[in-house]
């Protein structure tokens, strides 16, 4: 369960304050994998870094019932002048889990080989979300926050991304951002829409696509 109190987060913009979120009392049920839809600069990526922790809101507060995990695609998740494996360190020690187990999975999963080693300001975009996605895997979340990603690379690695994304599901939830309708059917089951500061709760998916859509159009 994630509840969101007259939460507000604006942005000034060529002089104007613009709201992304304006004034929003809602409750997220427990176990329903959300997929969140909204136009481009609606802001889906700023509310997904708020229910992170990662991003204040101007007014009210979010909390949670259970772990969360960070944006898994957001470019800024890791620092740059840090090796991968000392940034997976770091979030070992953060998150309370064992710093060796991690580090194992991740440089198996990630298939970076000595880049690992290497600091990420020299990765390639689809290495910084190989690198994200799979320390966010190696960890037990209640909720994982998914910005477009769910994998990257050949048609091999992406194939292994999705079954080890589809696993982590049979146990845990989602809110998942991206703009393939077939990925968001795929791994969610119920929809939110993100409009003018405001978000709509479906509990049917197909209800939630067909309103975005039709504002699309």
Known sequence: ?????????SFRIRGARQWVIDDLTLTLPRGRSLALLGRNGAGKTTLLQMIAGTLRPDRGRIWSAG???????????????LTGAQNVRFVAR???VDTDSLLDFVAEFTELG????????????GMRARLTFGTSMGIRFDTYL??????????VFKRKSQALFRARMQQSSAIMVSHSMRQ?????????????????????LEQAIALHQAMMA
């Open 146 to 155: 998914v910005d477009e990603v769910t994998a990257v690379g050949d048609g």
């Open 114 to 125: 000595d880049y690992f080693h290497m600091p990420v300001r020299g990765y390639s975009a």
């Open 94 to 96: 953060i998150y309370g």
């Open 184 to 204: 968001l059917r795929q791994f969610c089951n119920a929809g939110l829409v993100l409009d003018q500061g405001q978000i709509r709760y479906f509990d049917d």
């Open 67 to 81: 772990s969360i995990s960070w944006p898994v695609g957001f470019g800024g998740s890791f620092h740059r002048d």
């Open 1 to 9: 369960m994630i509840h969101f109190e007259h939460v507000s987060k």
